[in-house]
């Protein structure tokens, strides 16, 4: 027995006997016929960071071969803001391994991810998963490694409070129930997000609960597991889209919004990043951090100014990143630190075997641990452009590689203390720090520019749009005049509610 295929939740893998990257055409129109299918959806994310949404019922066995081999057209310029309104039409075309079925849908309904198309049939240079792709490709041809990432996607639920056992503020972190209210949605999202292919980690509540004019706010994180960068961002993406569309029908509200009021806990969406050869990790060496995650590390501390205009883009990200939130404020990087930018999460590098010592009837586990090392790199939040900020990341490891002094730079940027207590205010001090606004993150990324687009990655098209985006909230100084006036910040909040 296959346990691996027989665990799967997805319909589709459990029902063809085989992984989503084997999926053919052939696959999915067994499955649709066999399995009565009555529509498909292409979905595919646009300008604003959202999956957007094409129908179609299945007429017949011909019309459904049709829009599975050549797709559909689209209004570029609706969906993007560097597309003109002239030449506008692109192709979106279906990516089989990306096919579930909609836990929503009332008619039964297949869907799928879609890549962007030009009018010569050529991948969209500029689209957010070709952007991606060709990170990934670049970081292969310099290194000769495979990118691979996952995320943490946090947010907040909100409900009328039941004023019943009430959470103590801004202690939620892996509360249970009755004291966190929305266990239930959030492992149901879980449950749906795995069938639609996610790779999930874990799920639990989060540090922010508090209560504003009688409305409960209650942080939550969905963790994924670490696949090839593509997948990674593929599956954050469904996941936003799953978990909005169930709260709507359970009557909740949901935001990914990076601040929610003054002296509360944000939320951010840290990525976890290793590099894999061969199938193995590469972030350790003798049990220690590798030269190769030093080097990646390197590069993020270099371009994180202007990573930040990919994964905080808009102005409540930067109300966000101040001290004393477990949030970033300067470039940095550390151990088991939550005060710096880069963190290296605990690896389970002992040498004991704890399986056993928590479990004596258990023999010698001789567990590979080695493939858990991570490196979290903990700026961005919910505003961000997922593709573009996995790209990101990626051309920064990748840039690493390329730094002649990376190593060198590795151990000037390191910290093994808090950063923001008193006694640590030196080493602060020494520390460059993070853009303060939208309008200062576009002038990092101007700057910095030439590294993202070295190897066609990012197109001179879409970095002119980022920062021409960024630039137009005049934010410069909005931080100090807001300060911590709770009723501007909701204002600013509300405006910002649904980013992301």
């Known amino acids: 027995m296959n346990y691996e295929l027989k665990l799967n939740p997805n319909k589709l893998v459990a029902y063809l006997g085989k992984p989503c990257k084997e999926f053919t055409k052939t696959d999915i129109i067994n499955f649709i016929v066999e399995n009565d299918i009555r529509m498909v959806n292409f979905m595919y994310p646009a300008g604003d960071g959202r999956l957007k949404t094409l129908n179609f019922v299945i007429n017949n066995l011909a019309y459904l071969d049709a829009i599975l081999t050549c797709g559909e057209r689209v209004d570029g310029s609706s969906l993007f803001p560097f597309i003109e309104a002239g030449s506008s039409d692109l192709y979106v075309l279906p990516r089989f391994s990306t096919a579930f079925v909609d836990p929503f ?24 998963e070709n952007t991606l792709r060709k990170a990934c490709r670049a970081f292969k041809q310099v290194t000769g490694m495979d990118f691979q990432a996952m995320g943490e996607l946090e947010y907040y639920v909100i409900a009328p409070d039941e004023e019943m056992f009430p959470a103590t503020d801004q202690k939620g972190y892996h509360e249970s129930a009755p004291y966190a209210k929305f266990n239930e949605f959030r492992t149901q999202c879980m449950a749906y997000i795995a069938q639609a292919g996610g790779q999930i980690k874990y799920g639990h509540s989060e540090v922010g609960n508090f209560t504003i004019d009688g409305m409960i706010y ?5 963790e994924f597991l670490p696949v090839n960068a593509e997948d990674a961002a593929d599956q954050l993406m469904i996941a936003k889209w799953i978990i909005r569309n169930l709260a709507y029908e359970m009557g909740y509200d949901i935001t990914f919004a990076p601040k929610i009021t003054a002296g509360k806990a944000g939320s951010g969406l840290h990525v976890h990043m290793r590099i894999v050869k061969d199938g193995q990790n590469q972030m350790l060496d003798g049990g220690v951090l590798s030269a190769t995650a030093r080097r990646a590390i390197a590069g993020m501390m270099q371009l994180a100014p202007s990573i ?4 905080n883009t808009n102005p409540t990200s930067y109300f966000r990143l101040v001290p004393h939130q477990e949030a970033p404020t300067n470039i940095c990087w550390g151990d088991r630190n939550r005060s710096v930018l880069v963190r290296v ?18 023999t010698e586990s001789n567990y590979d641990t080695t493939q858990k090392q991570t490196v979290e790199m903990r700026s ?3 505003s961000a452009d997922i593709y573009q900020l996995i790209a990101g990341l990626c051309v920064a490891c990748r840039h690493g590689f390329e730094l002649e002094n990376a190593l060198e730079i590795a151990e000037n940027t390191y910290v093994n203390v808090n950063i923001h207590q008193k006694e ?10 993070l853009p303060d606004s939208c309008e200062a993150s576009a002038d990092c990324l101007e700057k910095q520019r030439t590294v993202f687009e070295q190897y066609n990655v990012f197109s001179p098209a879409m970095i002119d749009g980022i920062i021409k985006r960024l630039r137009s909230y005049g934010d410069k100084t909005l931080r100090a005049d807001i300060g911590s006036n709770q009723e501007e910040m909701l204002k600013l909040v509300n405006k910002y509610f649904h980013c992301g």
């Open 105 to 128: 849908a009332e008619i039964p309904t297949l869907s799928m991810l879609c890549s962007y198309f030009n009018k010569d049939g050529e991948p969209l240079e500029s689209s957010p």
């Open 218 to 222: 209650e942080q939550n994180e969905i």
């Open 308 to 311: 930040t205009a990919f994964g």
């Open 345 to 362: 999460p605990l690896g389970w590098a002992a040498k004991s075997d704890m399986c056993k010592i928590a479990n004596p009837l258990e």
């Open 380 to 382: 961005p939040d919910g």
């Open 424 to 433: 640590n205010a030196e080493k602060l001090n020494s520390l460059a720090q």
